[in-house]
């Protein structure tokens, strides 16, 4: 198996000793979480977002005290059970078992670029440390810098990477001060409160110039079928520290539910699997340049194009009643074209109802409608967008002929000259790395805010629940400017969809966007 120079965890044999009958490994990246409530293991999880360290020293800093020792790793299943699968699953073809059954697996010390493959199954849960919450200005001990390493890429890749964590460091110091002069606190405001607001914004500012191989973790919760999937997309890709990942997953998956991943090894099924999904990749690779559709692009701005609307609002209202209908969907269509324009309003406006807050959705007549929008925005909004789960998410790769978005509070500080230093660095190196022959590899040098081409294909439903998230005054500012413009292009299409879109905060106004939630953290701990 390939092998990749990692952070390496120690514990006193004390807290060895307190994780093992939880943890299936103490040693590697790649574990599951066993033998603990499930609630216990999706507190775990909310909490891995924001705590700076790992998994396992989260558990012994935070959960440890709370849940009963015991003695030791359980057996993952039973013969029987075993037995069952295997004549079932195996002999009978039946997929739908592999969703009955599902697992808590860690995978930490990930780069940026690793995540989103990680991410991209539909059918899974996940937590990813953000960068929003945690600051990467300090050094590992024994590593240094949290950012991805290769041996094969030379000094010259970490001297790069090792100025641009410390331009990093220096410009949230700087960044920090400016935030807390220009946004000083309230009369009657916490201090607390507004001290994690101004460290909130400043790692929003500067968090762009942290490069694509920035280490993060990532805790996910899947079936057995969406782990199967998982494994083999991991064991074909084209980077190889995703196939050092898939390697780890599918032993750890092997400790705790080694039935659901039992074809993977098998050489007629997963090793045959694995050679498809090569070869479908290599053939659009192929096509792609046969067709001409390489080279780059001139575009310099980011921008959200509104491809393709699927639906009218007609056939939105007949979705909608369809479910108390007694009649076809034709009747419903043609009863519904009877009604004059303001009427079609204010009966949407009804079978929409009075939503008190965001979570409050439509029906599932909304999933009738459907857009297509490509967007071009800085890798870091990229990042947030893509781990919505019911929509459809293609990008490209990561380079940086499209430019980079550079904060304008940034500017205004007096900080913008040494991001956009950084932001050359981290140019060079990528076409260092490129021209090397790493060009798989190239992008983990690139910094966030370089900016990616994407397409994301989601329905009406999703997309009230995409843009009224994303679109909040706690929001990043770069996916927030994202979110709004689908609403307005949605608007020139559906108006009185994307006024039902109710909780879209449209505000512009320069603020601490963490500033609210950090108060109403302090007002329930009181």
Known sequence: MESLPLPVETFTDEERERLAPHFTNLDRPVFALVNLPETVKGALFARYSRYPGTLRRLFLDEFADSVPEVAAIEGSEGKRAADLYERIFLGYGDDSVAQLGGAHVACEWTSNLLTKILQRPRLAAYLEQSTRYIAYDDPLEGYGFRYHRDRRFGPEYARALDDLFETYAHLLESTGAWVAE????????????????????????????????????????????????????????????????????????????????????????????????????DASDA??????????????????????????????????????????????????????????????????????????????????????FEIVSDYGAFRDLQRHRLLTCQWQRLSPELGADVPHELAAAGLGDGFERALEV??????????????????????????????????????????????????????????????????????????????????TEERLERLLSEMRSDARGA
């Open 287 to 372: 096509a792609a340049r046969r067709l001409g559709l390489g080279g780059g692009s001139a575009e310099s701005a980011p921008s959200v194009r509104l491809l393709r609307a699927h639906g009218t609002e007609e056939e939105l209202l007949a979705a909608l009643v369809y479910e108390s209908s007694e009649l076809s969907e034709e009747d419903a269509l043609g009863a519904v074209a009877a009604l004059g324009p303001d009427e079609r309003a204010a009966l949407l406006r009804e079978l929409v109802g009075d939503r008190e807050n965001r979570r409050h959705r439509p029906g599932r007549g909304f999933e009738t409608l459907r857009y297509r």
């Open 426 to 507: 981290s140019r060079t190196e990528y076409e260092r790395l490129r021209d090397a022959g790493f060009a798989e590899e190239a992008p983990y040098a690139l910094c966030l805010a370089f900016r990616i081409r994407y397409v994301l294909e989601l329905d009406a439903r999703e997309a009230m629940h995409l843009i009224e998230l994303r679109s909040g005054r706690e929001g990043h500012p770069s996916y927030r400017a994202v979110a709004h413009e689908m609403r307005r292009a949605i608007a020139g299409v559906h108006p009185n969809v994307a006024a039902a879109m109710r909780f879209v905060d449209d505000s």
């Open 182 to 281: 220009r946004f000083p606190a309230a009369e009657g405001e916490s201090p607390a409160a507004h001290r994690r607001a101004v460290r909130a914004k400043a790692l929003d500012l500067v968090r762009g110039l942290l490069p694509a191989a920035s280490l993060s973790h990532v805790g996910m919760y899947a079936s057995g079928q969406t782990y199967e999937q998982l494994v083999l997309h991991l064991l074909a890709h084209p980077l190889a520290e995703a196939r050092v990942y898939g390697a780890m997953l599918l032993d750890e998956l092997r400790h705790v539910i080694p039935s659901f991943v039992a074809r993977i090894p098998r050489e007629d099924r997963g090793g045959r699997w694995i050679e498809y999904l090569r070869d479908r990749r």
